[in-house]
């Protein structure tokens, strides 16, 4: 189990760091992007990102990972 859990942050971290490295400037970007959407908006986003990203779980975990 702790094996999966380190597995999922490392590649939490390589996708992070790759947007980061490759395109710094579409980060701020995106970040200016964000600031001028209504918190509500971004509370549904961040919602809808946690359900893709349990149901992603899910699925991997129903196949065998």
Do not use: C, H, N
Not at 44 to 49: K, Q, R, T
């Amino acid at each position: 189990m702790i094996e999966t859990l380190f597995l999922a942050l490392g590649l939490v971290l390589i996708v992070e760091g790759l947007v980061y490295a490759l395109a710094p400037s579409i980060i701020e970007d995106l970040l200016a992007a964000l600031r001028a959407l209504p918190i509500e908006q971004r509370r549904y986003m961040g919602l809808a990102a946690l359900a893709l990203g349990l149901a992603l779980v899910w699925v991997a975990k129903a196949l065998g990972a």
